[in-house]
């Protein structure tokens, strides 16, 4: 479905790839956008293999090598929901372009806003371009008793149920909390360090639900596990049987949105190449129909539509931290 919303690393001698690379090095011209990028460019996700930010990189390496005209070398470098990369974005990485990240909203806004710490602040954060999106969505096993979203938040209204989630100040997260509270539920959200890792909680029975991601929901749905609801404001086309919180009385639309972003300097020129890359690779045919087929929604929003997304969405988070009394200081 499409929507109309729309990590060079360098060697060390013999040491290890590292985020920043060698601190010696002079900046390459493609920096002043005039050869960019002129070697190859490091795409890394802050979070673990197999969850959707790898998924889709994995997907557009190959386009996307074809629209730069280079090398697209993906690492994963998980924690802290996604913090520990941004903060090496944001603070340590150079910003030529060789060196890309995986983002993700309302990550990146909710993290510096809820933590006092939280390594970067969402204005160091910048984009080039936002790809996609994905709903949140309820699963549960599908022998735990709960047929269906009704069933759930009645047995959450006697009994405290556990969902597990990707990470903490996430989309999963602040659809937990905002679940639990339209519902006068008992609901305490367990973070993980991503889809990945959360997904055999429920398999393995160590949570009561997952509050995940459609795509993920597909998934989880091969494997037996029943989806009670998504977060989006109509039905998807995926799960056509599945209502949404809305249609259910909550007012609860929520999600994922993901995209690329480069450190704070980072010329516009270089900016600019890699959105018109990632914006090439959005209309790759192969990308549009694997995108169907895993539920991702492509969306294409360039820097300058790209930022706007983030200060409305840092106005609204605000508030809805502020509700639940989790704004730092």
């Known amino acids: 479905m499409r929507t109309s919303r729309r990590a060079f690393l360098t060697t060390c001698g013999a040491a290890a790839l590292s985020l920043t690379g060698c601190a010696t090095r002079a900046v390459p011209g493609g920096s002043q956008g005039t050869d960019y990028p002129a070697h190859s460019v490091q795409y890394i996700l802050p979070f673990d293999p197999g969850g959707e930010s790898d998924t889709t990189a994995r997907m557009q390496q190959k386009p996307l090598e074809d629209a730069l005209g280079t090398s697209v070398v993906i690492s994963n470098r998980p924690g802290g929901g996604g913090a520990v990369g941004w903060s090496e974005l944001a603070n340590q990485v150079r910003p030529d372009g060789y060196t890309i990240m995986g983002a993700n909203i309302p990550h990146v806004v909710l993290q510096p806003l809820a933590r006092g710490e939280a390594g970067y602040e969402t204005e160091d954060i910048k984009w080039a371009y936002i790809f996609q999106s994905t709903p949140n969505a309820l699963v549960v096993s599908a022998d735990g008793g709960h047929e269906t979203l009704e069933d759930f938040l009645e047995a959450a209204q006697s009994q405290e149920l556990t969902l597990g989630g990707s990470g903490s100040f996430t989309a999963n997260h602040t659809g937990t ?101 990632f914006a090439q690779v959005n209309k790759d045919p192969e990308i549009i129909e694997r995108s169907e087929e895993l539920g991702y929604h492509l969306e294409d929003m360039g820097p300058a539509e790209s930022a706007d997304f983030i200060e409305r969405r840092k106005e609204a988070d605000q508030k809805l931290l502020e509700q639940f009394d989790m704004l730092s200081g």
Do not use: C, H
Request: net charge negative; aromatic share 6%.
């Open 177 to 277: 909390l905002t679940l639990a509270r339209e519902a006068d539920a008992q609901l305490t959200y367990v973070p993980f360090s991503g889809t990945a890792a959360a997904s055999p909680a429920l398999l393995g029975g160590q949570v009561d639900a997952l509050m995940t991601y459609n795509t993920e929901a597909l998934n989880l749905q091969d494997k037996g596990m029943r989806v009670l609801a998504v977060a989006s404001e109509e039905r998807l086309a995926e799960f056509p049987d599945v209502p949404t919180l809305v249609e259910s009385g909550f007012d609860t639309v929520e999600g994922a949105w993901r995209g690329v972003a480069v450190p704070p300097d980072t010329p516009k020129a270089v900016i600019d190449t890699l959105a018109d890359a």
